[in-house]
């Protein structure tokens, strides 16, 4: 993986005033080297205790019975049970949820750099979760000028351009995600080992972290080829374990197969993954783009910063995400710079400067906003969905 260089934009983006990349990266200064005792405490903190709380939703009885802290009255009782559940089956997700977004920091380091964290991620990580690093290689794409917000940007849809049930669709998805990807990796992996075609076909549709279903992945080199196969087969052993434990014992090692109820914690979990990650997904932009190149300022615009209310925001836009428009700026900033590098932004830049109109005040607001903007789209004649998103293909 190579990294993304943005240039300098022409100065003078009409009515908006002008924007300077080079001013900009003097104001936030030094904020691009990524620290790595900050990326492995939090990696690893977040994913204990998610283990922890994860286990947890089906044995509460452990949140009072610890080597750590022991309670005998209320290990005695019972009515705290199912309260406990669904306060760790939140806790759980949510920490989940946080270490999976570390691939979105991955894609953007160096190949040669953090090669220890990735490796420890993937294995913690991304082979559970089924997200091993190779299916997030596209976002890329999504930052590079000429393709973002253009059918070759996979991450990328219309949204209001489109009637609003566009929008519905897309949220459709986080209910059979999960499942997909059970089958991806579960039933169709082994199949492309036999069949060059259909390796070929998997790896263009069914092997990218994308909104656009119609989006086709570029086949891979060699080198990525070696990459990916080797994650491919790591999950495919991953689903054949979880298999297995589901249906036998193992004496010493194990006591008993794994509880069905163990599947559906799995699902769950998968499904609420994937709708806090959607709902981000729909404010992390506005979604204006026609389908034909936009310049500098107008991806600018089109992405959307939240610095207010950090704590909320940190837990349905961890790991810097709630920081997307200065994100689009500097892709390479690490996101425990990022809060800092806006606040200098925006005490430094002009009055004018069009980066101010990316702040907006709550997720929430702004998709009831795209709602709007989609559902205006209903009330005159548009042009088919598809037309509009593939028009620069």
């Given at each position: 993986m190579s990294q993304i260089s943005i240039s300098e934009p022409t100065r003078g983006a009409g009515p908006l005033g002008g924007f300077s990349l080079s001013q900009a990266r003097t104001i936030v200064g030094g904020s691009f080297r990524p620290n790595p005792w900050i990326y492995w405490t939090d990696?690893?903190?977040?994913?204990?205790?998610?283990?922890?709380?994860?286990?947890?939703?089906?044995?509460?009885?452990?949140?009072?019975?610890?080597?750590?802290?022991?309670?005998?009255?209320l290990a005695a009782r019972t009515d705290w049970h199912w309260p406990a559940t669904v306060a760790m089956f939140?806790?759980?997700?949510?920490?989940?949820?946080?270490?999976?977004?570390?691939?979105?920091?991955?894609?953007?380091?160096?190949?040669?750099?953090?090669?220890?964290?990735?490796?420890?991620?993937?294995?913690l990580c991304g082979i559970p979760f089924l997200i091993p690093s190779f299916v997030y290689y596209t976002h890329l794409d999504h930052h590079r000028r000429k393709h973002y917000g253009t059918h070759e940007d996979g991450e990328y849809i219309s949204l209001s351009n489109m009637p609003a049930r566009a929008i519905l669709i897309y949220l459709s998805q986080i209910l059979v995600l999960p499942i997909l990807g059970v089958v991806r990796w579960g039933v169709l992996t082994p199949m492309t080992w036999f069949s060059p075609r259909l390796r070929n076909w998997v790896h263009q549709h069914m092997?990218?972290?994308?909104?656009?279903?119609?989006?086709?992945?570029?086949?891979?080199?060699?080198?990525?080829?070696?990459?990916?196969?080797?994650?491919?087969?790591?999950?495919?052993?991953?689903?054949?374990?979880?298999?297995?434990?589901?249906?036998?014992?193992?004496?010493?090692?194990?006591?008993?197969?794994?509880?069905?109820?163990?599947?559906?914690?799995?699902?769950?979990?998968?499904?609420?993954?994937?709708?806090?990650?959607?709902?981000?997904?729909?404010?992390?932009?506005?979604?204006?783009?026609?389908?034909?190149?936009?310049?500098?300022?107008?991806?600018?615009?089109?992405?959307?910063?939240?610095?207010?209310?950090?704590?909320?925001?940190?837990?349905?836009a961890p790991i810097g995400l709630r920081f997307h428009a200065l994100h689009h700026i500097f892709p390479t900033m690490p996101y425990h710079a990022m809060a800092k590098a806006h606040r200098r932004l925006m005490a430094e830049l002009p009055a004018?400067?069009?980066?101010?109109?990316?702040?907006?005040?709550?997720?929430?607001?702004?998709?009831?906003?795209?709602?709007?903007?989609?559902?205006?789209?209903?009330?005159?004649?548009?042009?088919?969905p598809q037309t509009i998103t593939r028009r620069s293909a």
């Open positions: 990696f690893l903190t977040s994913w204990s205790i998610g283990v922890a709380a994860f286990a947890a939703v089906t044995h509460p009885q452990l949140l009072a019975s610890n080597a750590l802290w022991h309670n005998a009255d939140f806790v759980s997700s949510l920490l989940y949820y946080r270490c999976s977004l570390f691939i979105h920091e991955l894609v953007h380091i160096r190949a040669d750099e953090f090669k220890a964290f990735r490796f420890v991620w993937n294995m092997s990218s972290m994308i909104m656009d279903p119609k989006y086709i992945r570029p086949l891979p080199t060699k080198k990525a080829l070696r990459i990916i196969r080797m994650q491919e087969v790591l999950c495919f052993l991953f689903i054949c374990f979880v298999g297995v434990r589901m249906t036998m014992s193992y004496g010493l090692l194990f006591n008993e197969p794994l509880p069905p109820s163990m599947l559906l914690q799995i699902y769950l979990t998968g499904v609420f993954i994937v709708a806090m990650n959607s709902l981000r997904t729909l404010g992390a932009h506005r979604w204006t783009s026609h389908g034909t190149e936009m310049n500098f300022v107008e991806q600018m615009l089109d992405s959307i910063n939240y610095p207010h209310a950090p704590l909320i925001g940190g837990l349905w004018d400067s069009p980066y101010r109109q990316t702040e907006a005040r709550s997720l929430t607001m702004e998709i009831i906003r795209l709602w709007k903007r989609a559902r205006a789209n209903e009330q005159q004649p548009t042009e088919d």
